[in-house]
């Protein structure tokens, strides 16, 4: 018992990170209604700042570096740290989440992606990718109590974090200002007319939210050390514990943090045991908060409450496809040209372009025209590369009917994970579908008794006696491969464009608009969500085999949460509402086209996630529709006035009405994009 009694205190300081975050998440979202996944990243960014000026006297700076000294002071290092928080605080609120507070879901989830990435990107680039030591603030120390030697810093560091939680609780409960942010979450118009300064407010939570989870993570730091990768996604947990509090008590956020960590420092004790299955005994504490959230969101999701805001701005439009031979022949024979004449480098760089095409397309299928914001397609991949190779190696499974069985396995799995959005969407299904994810990550692809630490070796695609495995002998990049990967990535289109053109899309389309209106036209948006999400985990699927066959084997790196984020944002910045969108993101992604082409010209690999993030965070505050979609309305212009277009009538959208029923698409804007 003993034992158990010193785990659970132990688990505070786990607990104390999550009080930090929470409270931020909460402070951020009372005063702007957003959701912020940046969080754990913004804190992150302070504590390095902290525990680079306590290592060396090195301010180290967004650009630059100060020296100012051989060594720094405890304290004068914890303030500096908590300045550049609650600067960087400041920048966020202006540059990133005031432009988009009466956005659409999808556009703040979005921005906050975005600064994540950008990010976790400066941190590597300014402080290296490994982990780095930070020094106890707190003293070590024991005392026993009941027979058990019982860790002192974890227990002051929890002590601490209760008493800033209570000083938060205090500020929204007794001051004026405080007063003014609970007001403002109820009714936003409300607040205004009543004389407060919504925006001011928001900016006052925006860096107390800052500041409070750098002191969460400047403690926990100290037990586990720091890296870009680690603090990043330990929102995860602190949106769980988020939810419990149902968005708005700071009291029970604290209480959900406590027993969250204590609860997996106690399973991370029970995984030790004999008795406890070998396949379990890697990465279970995080699908703890992912079961959470899952039971949260299934539950109360209908009953959560929600943040009025002043306006509601419409989604991007969704320009319906059309299947034009002549240029679908010109466009794929330009791409077989190009693998043709490539070298090796570029042809491996186009053929990875084609496999996050379709990875994008799965995100222009889910979000795009069904409108659910998940940030689970990299999961849905990553389960489709795994089974194929144990499908390849074990079962010898031919090619190509080893890519449709996994990528049937991806679409279940999607369509398990999107049980949730029966009952709720927009942010809170981001919250469901990133939790998924990293589960999946930690406690499948993670998991050495699962995936070994060598990797999954996958057998090489063959046809007909014929070989189109991707390196044979010094050629690494055969053509063979390419060409499979480039007709494989034709049909998945084409069945996409088939899909979205005909009823099915119609159905995306509607219950995208406005999901009572379709439900009263006769569709069965049930139904519609879950075919959306298992035709989106599909296309995701054969992309996953397809980059499963490319790298001849899968380790957990090739599917993590931030890679699937990199190709969100790849998606959004090309178009997140046509297939036009997935090819510019299949460009512009990792180890595509553009990366090989910069990476080999100006040796940028580690700025790319950098541009990726800033470019993210832009696009989604001036210009939704994308790269793609924004040529598409260059190109209407210059028709419109060159004469192109007077000879025929506007293209207006699908005719979601005919094709939904009575009384779907009064207007057909809302069909079109109005979310």
């Known amino acids: 018992m003993t034992t158990y009694l010193e785990f659970a205190v132990l688990g505070l300081g786990l607990a104390s990170v999550y009080i930090g975050l929470s409270t931020g998440l909460l402070l951020v979202y009372r005063s702007t209604g957003i959701i912020n ?252 908060p992912f079961v959470v959230i899952m039971i949260i969101l299934f539950v109360l999701g209908k009953r959560l409450p929600s943040r009025g805001s002043l306006q509601s701005v419409r989604l991007p439009d969704v320009a319906v496809p059309r299947f034009r031979l002549v240029p679908t022949l010109v466009l794929v024979g330009v791409a077989a040209l190009a693998l043709f004449i490539s070298n090796d480098t570029y042809r491996f760089g186009l053929t990875s372009s084609l496999i996050v095409t379709l990875l994008a397309l799965s995100y222009v299928v889910i979000t795009g025209y069904l409108g659910q914001i998940s940030l689970a397609q990299s999961a849905f991949a990553g389960a489709a590369g795994f089974a194929l190779a144990k499908l390849t190696e074990q079962w010898n499974m031919p090619f190509p009917l080893a890519i449709v069985l996994c990528a049937l396995v991806a679409s279940l799995l999607g369509m398990a994970v999107s049980l949730p959005a029966f009952r709720i969407r927009g942010v809170q299904l981001a919250i469901v579908t990133i939790a998924a994810a990293l589960a999946i990550e930690r406690f499948v692809f993670g998991n050495y008794s699962l995936t070994p630490p060598t990797g999954n070796p996958i057998a090489d695609p063959e046809l007909l006696g014929a070989s189109f495995a991707i390196r044979e002998g010094r050629d690494l990049a055969r053509i063979e491969f390419s060409l499979m990967v480039l007709a494989v990535v034709t049909l998945m289109i084409l069945m996409f464009v088939r899909v979205a053109k005909g009823d099915t899309g119609r159905a995306f389309l509607a219950v995208r608009a406005n999901e009572r209106a379709a439900a009263s036209a006769g569709i069965d948006v049930r139904r519609t969500k879950l075919m959306g999400f298992g035709l989106s985990a599909f296309i995701a699927g ?134």
């Open 37 to 288: 996944f940046a969080q754990g990243a913004m804190a992150m960014w302070g504590v390095y700042v902290f525990a680079t000026l306590y290592d060396d006297g090195l301010l180290v700076l967004p650009v630059g570096s100060l020296q100012l000294g051989d060594e720094m002071g405890l304290w004068p290092a914890i303030l500096i740290g908590l300045l550049n928080a609650a600067a960087l605080g400041v920048v966020a609120h202006y540059v990133v989440f005031r432009p988009v507070r009466h956005a659409p879901d999808l556009a703040q989830v979005v921005v906050s992606i975005g600064l994540m990435v950008t990010l976790q990107a400066l941190a590597v680039i300014r402080f290296g990718p490994n982990n780095v030591p930070v020094e106890s603030i707190i003293p070590r120390g024991e005392i026993t109590f009941l027979g058990a030697d019982l860790a002192k810093r974890e227990l002051l560091m929890a002590a601490t974090m209760l008493v800033v939680a209570a000083l938060v609780w205090a500020y929204l409960r007794f001051t004026y200002s405080g007063a003014a942010t609970r007001a403002a979450s109820e009714n936003e118009r409300g607040a205004v007319l009543m004389g407060f300064a919504p925006d001011r407010l928001a900016l006052v939570a925006m860096v107390m939210g800052a500041v409070v989870s750098t002191i969460g993570v400047m403690l926990g730091s100290t037990l586990t050390g720091l890296s870009p990768a680690n603090y990043t996604l330990m929102v995860v947990p602190a949106l769980a514990v988020l939810l419990v509090a149902r968005l708005e008590s700071v009291a029970v956020a604290a209480v959900a943090s406590i027993a969250l960590g204590i609860f997996q420092s106690e399973l991370s004790l029970i995984a030790t045991k004999s008795w406890w299955p070998v396949w379990a005994k890697s990465g279970l504490d995080q699908v703890v």
């Open 542 to 675: 054969v992309a996953g085999c397809l980059l499963g066959y490319s790298h001849g084997q899968l380790s957990a790196e090739s599917f993590s949460v931030v890679v699937g984020l990199q190709v969100l944002a790849m998606a959004y910045l090309g178009g997140i509402t046509s297939f036009g969108g997935a090819i510019v993101a299949g460009m512009l992604g990792p180890l595509g086209l553009v990366y090989t082409a910069l990476h080999q010209w100006f040796e940028m690999g580690n700025y790319y996630a950098l541009i990726t993030g800033i470019g993210l965070i832009v696009t989604a505050i001036l210009n939704p529709s994308g790269i793609a979609g924004q040529t598409r309305m260059q190109v209407a212009w210059i028709r419109d006035h060159t004469g192109g277009g007077a000879r025929r009538a506007p293209t207006p959208p699908p005719d979601d009405a005919r094709a939904a029923g009575p009384g779907a698409g009064t207007e057909r804007k809302e069909v079109a994009g109005r979310a």
